[in-house]
């Protein structure tokens, strides 16, 4: 049974009031839940950067295939 049912419409403002009272943690059991989640935004800043720096990478090697592919065709279009 889930801990929470929407309410309806007419009674959300009564929900409203209701939800942070039941959602008070204390500060002691907040600190494990504040860690974690600052371990998942790191993980995250990780991921963009490594992703990041693939894209780059892959701009340079593309870069890199249409000049060799520029010069393979100098090349054929002097002979």
């Keep these: ?4 049912k929407p309410p309806a419409p007419a009674s959300r403002a009564t929900a ?5 009272a ?7 059991a907040r600190r494990p839940a504040a860690k974690e989640i600052k371990g998942l935004i790191g993980a995250s ?8 720096r ?7 090697t593309m870069t890199d295939i ?4 520029r010069r393979v065709s100098d090349m054929i279009g002097e002979h």
């Design 66 to 69: 249409v000049s060799s592919v």
């Design 22 to 28: 039941k959602c008070a943690v204390s500060p002691s």
């Design 45 to 52: 800043v990780e991921r963009v950067a490594s992703g990041s």
């Design 16 to 20: 409203l009031r209701w939800w942070p």
């Design 54 to 60: 693939m894209v780059h990478e892959a701009g340079r």
């Design 1 to 4: 049974m889930p801990l929470w």
